[in-house]
């Protein structure tokens, strides 16, 4: 079939309409008319692939990598670094109009982005022990993709990925760990590049970014664009108002450091013990606490200034939200990896006024988006 392709949503799939039902299309650009096939049907929708372009857009390009289509780790490629950031944006706008019901958007959303070749510092690989095999899943796939130079992926990653022995070795113990895909059976050997060594499992490297330098394991989550993240690090930081801060969903300390010396009180809250652990080292003087945001928030909720707030693809617990608001910090600083969870939780704000928001692009070639928010108390 053939359609026309209206916008773009979350995810970086395309909107259309047929017969008035909505249609998801992957791997098409607003504005171009494209030939598709429908992989899924869901009620009130349902989902294509673009077989064919009948009318390019003219930010469409040829993707490039090699594996693209066949690996699943890159989702969209069809258009440039700057393009990618800027369609992001514009999703981001139309989830806050559409499912956040705000009529405060602002005007000038800035975005941030960076190049598409070895940005990614931090990887997961999947090995096949058996079959002496190490890679990428491929797309929709179980199977193993072998890449012989990933684009994206950092110079010692880059390494990694083509010698394969140091990821076997670490594929063994991470099968004595039960470190294991039940659905495919391949051990996983996430990896993570800091400043001069890489790390395999839960030993901490070092990596600098805004003139801090970071103790992370490949075992946590940590940002993988270290040529983004300082923007995203500044929006936070010179955001943040008052002398209390609370870093919610804390992780290993990413926002909590930056107010290291400053007098300031912050409070971490992370419910992985693993991410308090190394936040202990990044952010020594923050007041630490391993728990889970909304349980925490019943029994020590308090009145501070600014509430950083950098939830999972899910969103904030309606108890956790509800908790926030109550609190009536004078500032909310919403991070996001999720535009729609991001603009379904401020629709419930009542009280706060989008100030300031942005987006970063850290995963450029993918449907992925970064959004940050800032509400303030009116």
Same mark, same amino acid.
């Given at each position: 079939m053939a359609l026309r392709i209206e916008k773009m949503a979350?995810?970086?799939?395309?909107?259309?309409?047929?017969?008035?039902?909505?249609?998801?299309?992957?791997?098409?650009?607003?504005?171009?008319?494209?030939?598709?096939r429908t992989v899924e049907i869901k009620p009130g929708y349902s989902v294509a692939e673009t077989i064919g372009v009948i009318e390019a857009s003219p930010l469409r390009i040829e993707p490039r990598c090699p594996y693209y289509g066949i690996c699943g780790g890159c989702d969209f490629q069809i258009v440039s670094e700057h393009d990618?950031?800027?369609?992001?944006?514009?999703? *981001?706008?139309?989830?806050?109009?559409?499912?956040?019901?705000?009529?405060?958007?602002?005007?000038?959303?800035?975005?941030?982005?960076?190049?598409?070749?070895?940005?990614?510092?931090?990887?997961?690989?999947?090995v096949d022990l058996s079959g002496g095999k190490w890679g990428f899943l491929g797309r929709k796939s179980s199977s193993i993709v072998q890449i012989e130079n990933c684009p994206v992926i950092s110079s010692r990653l880059k390494e990694l990925l083509a010698d394969g022995s140091a990821l076997m070795k670490a594929a063994r113990s991470a099968m004595f760990s039960n470190r294991v895909n039940r659905q495919t059976g391949f051990a996983e050997v996430c990896a993570f590049e800091g400043d001069s060594e890489v790390s395999l499992g839960d030993e901490d490297v070092g990596i600098t970014i805004c003139g801090i330098t970071y103790s992370v394991?490949?075992?946590?989550?940590?940002?993988?664009?270290?040529?983004?993240?300082?923007?995203?690090?500044?929006?936070v930081r010179d955001n943040a108002c008052g002398e209390s801060i609370m870093d919610l969903y804390s992780g290993v300390g990413t926002f909590s450091s930056l107010f290291e010396g400053s007098g300031k009180r912050v409070y971490a809250v992370e419910r992985s013990k693993g991410c308090l652990k190394l936040s202990k080292k990044n952010a020594p003087s923050a007041l630490s606490f391993t728990a889970d945001v909304a349980l925490w928030g019943k029994k020590n909720g308090r009145h501070v200034d600014t509430v950083i707030v950098d939830p999972p693809r899910t969103g904030l617990a309606p108890e956790a939200l509800d908790?926030?608001?109550?609190?009536?910090?004078?500032?909310?600083?919403?991070?996001?990896?999720?535009?729609?969870?991001?603009?379904?939780?401020?629709?419930?704000?009542?009280?706060?006024?989008?100030?300031?928001?942005?987006?970063?692009?850290?995963?450029?070639?993918?449907?992925?988006?970064?959004?940050?928010?800032? *509400?303030?108390?009116?």
């Open positions: 979350s995810g970086a799939v395309g909107i259309a309409h047929e017969d008035g039902r909505t249609v998801l299309v992957m791997g098409a650009l607003p504005g171009e008319l494209v030939e598709c990618s950031a800027c369609i992001k944006a514009d999703v *981001l706008r139309d989830n806050l109009r559409r499912i956040g019901k705000r009529d405060d958007i602002p005007a000038d959303i800035p975005v941030y982005y960076g190049p598409f070749n070895g940005y990614r510092h931090r990887a997961r690989f999947h394991s490949a075992s946590v989550f940590f940002q993988s664009n270290p040529i983004v993240l300082p923007h995203l690090l500044e929006f908790l926030i608001v109550s609190w009536k910090p004078e500032r909310i600083i919403y991070v996001s990896c999720n535009s729609s969870t991001l603009s379904r939780d401020v629709c419930r704000m009542q009280g706060y006024a989008i100030s300031k928001a942005a987006v970063f692009d850290f995963y450029p070639g993918t449907g992925h988006d970064e959004s940050a928010l800032v *509400l303030d108390r009116v």
